[in-house]
């Protein structure tokens, strides 16, 4: 955990993915600037899979790794555990899968999803990683990296490459991370549909909360987010497609993903705990679609279009109306209307 948890604040819970642990994942994004400044006012539980920690010891011979569903299952008892209201949650790839499923199972233990590169489908992902790989090899190591990056990230980009490499092969027990790879391989469709308004609102199955997914506009993993989106509640879900990112947007652009992890965060009624952005650089990576997904209203002021934030009366110290000034020529809206939403 880093920082303490306040009052009746969320907590922001993450959950990694294969090849990968919370400092590998998450650090580079937590320890931003922006990022550093919503940790004075939420705490952060990051969350590992068991034996995927640095210098995690070898299972037992024998040893049973614990399915999808069943690693989901032990989420709700760590958020319960946390004793304060409902978490956020920010999770990758695999992550997702388990905070996706513990929001449709607990609805009431998850106030907002930040899915980075979620997948809806079961289908196994070892042998369509595998026909990624140049030179089929059986390398676990070469599986998990074409699962995390696109065929000219892996040759363009190739300081990052060496980094996330050698940290597979080198920091994550090998045979821990095999028995994680296996669990993932056999996971179920998450079996979400989208509502139909006025029809199957209240029946059918999906998520409730506020819903961020974000992809790189290069990850390998641009479809199946698309597809989730597909199967979500438009008013629910925001999609994210970052311009000039691959399969770690969390590591590649971590200022733009902490400046939509801020109006995410005031559009689910807590911007008095978030300043203004300082913009040192344009958010490529958004659009109008997408401010309006966080709960922002454009609004007309002296010629000049702002942001407005629609805060819900959650608690009496959160239920002033806030103004979040921004102006849109700073934007430069790469997400196309049929993504948006």
């Known amino acids: 955990m880093r920082g303490v948890p306040k009052g009746n604040r969320p907590i922001i ?21 922006d990022m550093q400044e919503i940790m004075q006012h939420f705490a952060v539980v990051h969350v590992d899979a068991p034996g995927q920690q640095e210098g995690a010891p070898p299972f037992p011979s024998g040893y049973r790794y614990p399915t999808m569903d069943e690693l989901a299952e032990m989420l709700p008892s760590v958020m319960t555990h946390l004793k304060s209201v409902v978490p956020m949650t920010a999770a990758y790839h695999v992550g997702t899968d388990f905070l996706f499923s513990s929001q449709l199972n607990n609805p009431t233990l998850v106030e907002g999803l930040v899915l980075i590169n979620v997948d809806p489908c079961a289908e196994g992902w070892i042998d369509w990683a595998a026909s990624k790989v140049t030179g089929w090899t059986s390398n676990l190591v070469d599986i998990i990296m074409a699962h995390h990056f696109s065929a000219d990230e892996l040759t363009d980009n190739l300081e990052l490459i060496q980094t996330y490499r050698l940290h597979i092969a080198q920091d994550i027990n090998q045979d821990n991370l ?49 597809e989730c989106n597909s199967r979500l509640n438009p008013t629910k879900a925001t999609l994210l497609k970052m311009a000039d990112c691959g399969g770690l947007p969390q590591v590649v652009q971590p200022g733009k993903l ?13 911007s008095k705990y978030t300043r203004l952005f300082s913009l040192r650089s344009p958010m490529s990576c958004c659009s109008t679609p997408l401010l309006e997904g966080f709960g922002l209203r454009p609004a007309v002021h002296e010629k000049t279009r702002f942001f407005v934030s629609q805060v819900t009366e959650r608690q ?20 196309p209307t049929s993504l948006s939403r």
């Open 178 to 226: 095999a028995l994680f790879c296996g669990s993932y391989q056999y996971r179920r469709d998450l079996e979400i549909e989208r509502p139909i308004v006025g029809l199957n609102e209240d029946t059918v199955n999906t998520l409730i909360c506020p819903a961020l997914l974000v992809v790189g506009d290069t990850s390998p993993a641009v479809e199946a987010v698309v």
């Open 258 to 270: 902490a400046e939509a992890f801020k109006y995410f965060v005031q559009g689910m009624g807590y």
């Open 316 to 335: 009496p110290e959160q239920a002033q109306r806030t103004l979040t000034p921004f102006p849109l020529c700073s934007l430069q809206c790469v997400v």
């Open 13 to 33: 819970l993450t959950y990694h993915d294969i090849g990968l642990n919370h400092k590998s994942c998450f650090n580079t994004l937590f320890n931003y600037e």
